[in-house]
């Protein structure tokens, strides 16, 4: 698999390929860990189709994780790195208009790989400074208590990382954001 930045139409339309259909991670010559690491990394392009679609990719192949053994593999060696960029994404990294993409990936990994989350986001959130400076430990704390508690309501995950973001980025209760 090419990773060029010419290359990254290919990419997108294979990886929406493989959304349509999944059995495709089945096939023996697909590398599934470079298809995961491709999306991972448009996670973080500054075009927001772009990061649409692979947000829409993890929101689809997370919930196989369990069923097809290629993919259960990848997700519990490189889910951490997932789980980091969607981090950084909310901690200021990406457009606040694309917050609903990243919940959307954090409420499938929390009802997806619950046990695998529970870990990864109390070790990421102790990282002094991450995914934002302006955070107090208390605040990290309280939003991945909210979230590894909240596995059925969408909505309400959408909720959290919205004002966790605002948080990340100094805006909360500012006037700026009163109808975000």
Known sequence: MILRVDGWAYQLHLLQALKRKPDLFLCERLDVKAVFQCAVLALKFPEAPTVKASCGFF?????????????????????????????????????????????????????????????????????????SARLSPEQKDTFSQQILRERVNKRRVKEMVKEFTLLCRGLHGTDYTADY
């Open 59 to 131: 929101t689809e192949l997370l919930p196989r994780c369990g069923e097809v053994e290629p993919v259960g593999k990848v997700v519990q060696e490189d889910g951490r790195m997932l789980l980091i960029a969607v981090l950084e994404a909310i901690g200021g990294q990406a457009s606040r208009s694309l917050m609903d993409c990243f919940a959307d990936i954090l409420f499938a990994l929390n009802k997806h790989c619950f046990s695998l989350l529970s870990v990864w986001i109390k070790e990421a959130l102790q990282e002094p400074g991450f995914p």
